[in-house]
């Protein structure tokens, strides 16, 4: 394993420490609105410092982008740290919620690790190397089609966000499919597409920090990771779509399809 994958390791278990220390007073917890019902809370904050602390032993000279603390220093290597995804599953005692932390080099995703700390499960990638479960290697689901497919997704809840143009594709989408699921982390998604749980998943407007360890995940297990024109657009946009080639195919279509195209980005 590569030295940066075990200090991200490192790094996320002792977040996932903090956090399930806090889970027993969460009805003391200091949480403040960010933007209209979005939170963060003193663990966010706590959790970021501590896994900055532990980078920043190993790697002092890297540059590092935290959702709470925005970017630090310039360097060709950068972490990019979600140190609670899923912090309303967090403050709502729904024991859902995970620590995402991704490795840049010279603008290209290198490295991820994601941890839940509940269920104790530790997904991993590098690039080339493959995607990991707990040591174990994992693939996507190779469900081809829509039939029969468990798809997870996000519901727009920001004001800034289309919730119309969403409920459109998930009316497209839900149709012949075994259900849809929205547990509220989407890192935690990836990860469930990287090791098969889903077969597919949708989300706008997510941030970097939300999707890029869980991109990489995807795509070392044999998935596909586009926006919703096929491009490599989420990025900027945040507008993710994610599947096994086949059925990311058929997705895309119902997509391209269903969305006005100033969302298709």
């Known amino acids: 394993m590569h030295p940066m994958v075990n200090i991200?390791?490192?790094?996320?278990?002792?977040?996932?420490?903090?956090?399930?220390?806090?889970?027993?007073?969460?009805?003391?917890?200091?949480?403040?609105?960010?933007?209209?019902?979005?939170?963060?809370?003193?663990?966010?904050?706590r959790c970021e410092t501590e896994i900055i602390r532990t980078i920043r032993r190993a790697y002092p000279d890297h540059a590092i982008l935290g959702e709470e603390g925005g970017g630090h220093g310039k360097n060709d290597i950068r972490w990019i740290i979600d140190p609670l995804d899923g912090t309303t599953n967090f403050l709502h005692g729904i024991p859902?919620?995970?620590?995402?932390?991704?490795?840049?080099?010279?603008?290209?995703?290198?490295?991820?690790?994601?941890?839940?700390?509940v269920k104790n499960e530790l997904f991993?990638?590098?690039?080339?190397?493959?995607?990991?479960?707990?040591?174990?290697?994992?693939?996507?689901?190779?469900?081809?089609?829509?039939?029969?497919?468990?798809?997870?997704?996000?519901?727009?809840?920001?004001?800034?966000?289309?919730?119309?143009?969403?409920?459109?594709?998930?009316?497209?989408?839900?149709?012949?499919?075994?259900?849809?699921?929205?547990?509220?982390?989407?890192s935690l998604d990836l990860?469930?597409?990287?090791?098969?749980?889903?077969?597919?998943?949708?989300?706008?407007?997510?941030?970097?920090w939300d999707l890029a360890a869980g991109v990489l995940l995807v795509q070392e297990a044999g998935g596909m990771v586009t926006d919703f024109r096929g491009g490599d657009g989420y990025i900027k946009s945040g507008n993710i779509l994610c599947a096994n080639p086949k059925l990311h195919d058929r997705m895309l279509r119902i997509l391209t399809k269903t969305l006005p195209s100033e969302h298709q980005r």
């Not at 956090?19 to 966010?44: C, G, I, N, P, W």
């Not at 994992?138 to 800034?160: K, M, N, Y």
């Open 8 to 45: 991200a390791i490192r790094a996320a278990r002792r977040a996932g420490n903090i956090m399930l220390r806090a889970l027993d007073r969460l009805d003391t917890l200091k949480v403040e609105e960010k933007q209209h019902h979005d939170y963060v809370s003193e663990v966010d904050r």
């Open 96 to 117: 859902h919620f995970a620590v995402s932390i991704a490795v840049e080099i010279r603008g290209r995703l290198a490295h991820g690790v994601i941890y839940d700390p």
């Open 124 to 186: 991993t990638a590098s690039a080339g190397s493959g995607a990991q479960f707990n040591d174990r290697r994992i693939r996507v689901s190779p469900r081809p089609s829509l039939a029969g497919a468990l798809l997870g997704t996000g519901i727009p809840f920001r004001e800034d966000q289309d919730l119309d143009a969403y409920l459109a594709t998930l009316k497209a989408l839900i149709q012949d499919t075994a259900g849809v699921r929205r547990p509220g982390a989407a």
């Open 191 to 208: 990860a469930y597409v990287a090791c098969g749980r889903f077969d597919g998943f949708w989300e706008f407007g997510l941030h970097y």
